[in-house]
């Protein structure tokens, strides 16, 4: 069997689907930071009756408390301390991870932040965003956060305006829907202006008989 058949050909189909998003306006950087300000508001608030309902279900009904727990690995006893805090802080972080991925996934890219703001994520690589990639671009945040939000600030120097977490996640963030412009087409609820159709006319001779 041929090498190339054991792991297929090479389809560059991502950028076929990158070109097709041409001249798709991109979100200004207002607009972005008012969108995930929106949210980061809705968490906080989100944040304290999370974690009672979390606890008063560890506690209540899986009834673990933080007493000290004796297991057994390997015939070796040892006891092991459970943590309320810590567990608390692991759900709420996979309660972000969900809130953003699940928001982007079923929407198509709108958290409610972003739908109130008239932007929306765009996927470079599908149709529409997979739960991988929004799972992926929820995750891209703490990649943005590191060296004091500078992935955040590479809006300014990348000529697509990606910040950290779009490049890793290949997304872009577009105008939802702007006004429409004339001789507008829409494409995955964005409007991009078309230019004008070019007809051609047929070669007349000084007679002004078509000329073959």
Known sequence: MPLYKRAGLFNPHETHLAQSLAGAPLAPFHRRFWAFL???ILLTALNLPTKVALQYFIRNKLHIGENAHEVIIHHVHAKAQFSMDMTLEVLWTIFLILYFGLF???????TPGKRLLGIRVVSLTHPRLSLFQSIERALGYAASTLEAGFGFF???????????????????????????LPEADTNNGWLVQTPP???SHPATSSDGQIVQ
Do not use: M, W
């Open 38 to 40: 929106i949210d980061s």
């Open 104 to 110: 982007f996934r079923f929407t198509n890219g709108l």
């Open 154 to 180: 590479q809006y300014f120097l990348n000529p697509n305006h990606q910040c950290a977490h779009d490049r890793l996640a290949e997304t872009i963030v577009v105008l939802n829907r702007p006004k429409r």
């Open 197 to 199: 159709p070019t007809h």
